[in-house]
Each structure stands twice: as C-alpha cells, then as structure tokens.
C-alpha cells in the first residue's frame, strides 16, 4: 500500500514544479534582419479607393420583391397557424400510434364487445327516425346500454359523475 502511494505522489508532485525555458541562438547561424510589418505583403494597403456600386435591379427582381412583399402576410399567417397545430398534430398522431398497439395486442374479447356496440348504435339510427332529436339520443343511448353490460363498474361512475354535472349545470 505505501510503495502505491509512494508512486503516485512522486510523478503529481512534479507536475506541480514549474520551469523556465530560454532558449539562446546557435553561434554558427547568421544574424537576420527583423522585417517590418508594412513590408509583409499581407498586410500591405490596397493602393486607390474603392467604392462599393450597387448595380441597378432587374425587372425579374422588382417583380419577386413585390411578390414577396404582397405575400408576406399570409406566409406568416401560415407560418403561425403551422406552429400552433404542430404540437396538436403530433399529439393525435401519437394517440393513433398508441391505439393501434392496442389494437394490435387487444384483450382477449374486445372486439365482439366492439361489434356488440357497434350494432346497438345502428339499432339506435333504425329506430330514431322522424326526429332529429331521437337520432340525437336512440344511438348513444342504445350504445352506452350495450357498452354498460360489458363494463358495469365503469358505467356506474360514468352515470355517477354525469348526474352530478347535469345537477351542477341545472342550478
């Protein structure tokens, strides 16, 4: 255990020392001469001025600018609406991603429960005709019947928390 120690704090302890470097030149080298900085010719200033000229604008150009212009409005207009229904988009579209895997991997008889549901809103749309107040109320009415056989429990709190809405609403 101490050889261990004795190892690491040897090469750490050295790093912590600092040195000082010069460095001299060779003796046999000749003596150059230091160039100034406006003889490099990377730096050397462009002889005359310039003057940026703007070229007059073709009539192509006029046209696209005046396009651009009139339909500025309406690309952003675009532009919002596309940001406010991209999250609502994606949201639905992971929704459908969602129920098809449950789709895909149902319970075992969900779907004659489905067709059993289904048949009893069509039931419903038969007999409500005449009246578009029936057509409103035969097919979900028949629908949730049907639905209530196979999940009772679900449809208690179903009629539980409506009662309570419709009372809140009534008052």
């Known amino acids: 255990m101490f050889k261990v120690i004795q190892r690491s704090v040897g090469p750490a302890s050295l790093s912590l020392l600092t040195f000082r470097v010069s460095a001299s030149p060779k003796k046999d080298s000749p003596h150059k001469t230091s160039v100034k900085v406006n003889e490099l010719s990377l730096y050397s200033v462009p002889e005359g001025q310039s003057k ?3 070229e007059p604008r073709t009539p192509l150009e006029e046209s696209i600018s005046h396009l651009r212009r009139y339909c500025e409005p309406y690309t952003s207009w ?3 609406m ?3 229904t991209k999250p609502r988009m994606q949201s639905l579209a992971q929704w459908g991603l969602g129920s098809y ?11 004659p429960r489905l067709g059993v ?4 809103g069509i039931v419903g749309l038969l007999l409500a005709r005449g009246s578009k107040i029936k057509k409103l109320v035969y097919p979900p009415g028949f629908m949730g019947l049907a639905a209530s056989l196979y ?4 449809a208690i709190i179903f009629v539980q928390v409506s009662g309570e809405k419709l009372y809140d609403w009534g008052l």
């Open 78 to 80: 675009c532009q919002e």
């Open 101 to 111: 895997e449950y789709l895909q991997n149902a319970p075992p008889g969900l779907f």
């Open 117 to 120: 549901t289904g048949f009893a």
């Open 82 to 84: 596309y940001s406010q």
């Open 151 to 154: 999940y009772p429990q679900q």
């Open 52 to 54: 940026y000229v703007e």
